[in-house]
């Protein structure tokens, strides 16, 4: 299976509480709810097919239970095309303290779980979907484990909370397979890594730059 995460984010990186004013309050944010507002049918559209794409999710342990309190026990949120595919197909989540899963088809990931990844992916075809989890994408990130990502970014300054990537962290090159705008300024783009990011190995002239981008030339 090919590893997808895939992210909803402010301008500013921000991924918390996206859903709902109390959804995340964690660290004194009080900005939640920032999703609904700016979302739109295009935006609505490209989710629904990529969770209806998926073969299997996988999770962080605080993504889980958000999304197990609300896709898996809410009547409406069952019935809506990525409750169907939740519910549906397998769930894995990575965590050490998670002992008795109550949403049906979740499997807990303990011990070696880079080793556990890996062997999921060698499996089955398919997409093995990481929705939201922060923790578990900066972790898989930085094992090498993700094959593609998606980054839905919301045209809003958040200002608080947590950020998809850290002030510190592996740092990674990115491939970019696909970028769109919706209607509403919704970008969505598709990445893939690609290995570390190249540096420049020496300083240069901001004045010899400005010659050259004025004369039409490059570097």
């Avoid at 049906?104 to 398919?126: E, I």
């Avoid at 200002?159 to 002030?167: A, I």
């Amino acid at each position: 299976m090919r590893l997808t995460t895939t992210t909803n984010v402010t301008v500013d990186g921000v991924m918390q509480g996206l859903g709902g004013p109390d959804e995340d309050r964690r660290g004194g944010f009080e900005r939640g709810g920032w999703v609904i507002p700016l979302n739109d049918t295009e935006t609505g559209d490209y989710i629904n097919q990529i969770y209806g794409g998926a073969a299997a999710f996988l999770f962080g342990r605080r993504t889980y239970e958000i999304f197990a309190g609300s896709w898996g026990t809410l009547t409406d949120l069952r019935k809506h095309p990525i409750g169907v595919a939740l519910n549906s197909r397998p769930k894995y989540v990575a965590s050490t303290s998670l002992t008795n899963p109550k949403w049906a088809g979740t499997t807990v990931l303990t011990g070696d779980v880079a080793a556990a990844v890996r062997d999921l992916k060698t499996r089955q075809d398919g997409e093995l979907l990481v929705p939201g989890s922060g923790v578990l994408v900066r972790w898989l990130l930085a094992n090498e484990l993700v094959d593609q990502l998606n980054l839905i970014t919301f045209p809003v300054v958040v200002g608080q909370g947590t950020r998809l990537f850290p002030d510190s962290g592996p740092d990674i090159a990115l491939d970019l397979v696909n970028s769109r705008t919706t209607s509403r300024g919704i970008t969505i783009q598709t990445y893939r890594p690609a290995g570390r990011p190249a540096y420049a190995t020496s300083t240069v002239d901001p004045e010899h730059v400005m010659r050259d981008a004025t004369s039409g030339r490059r570097s």
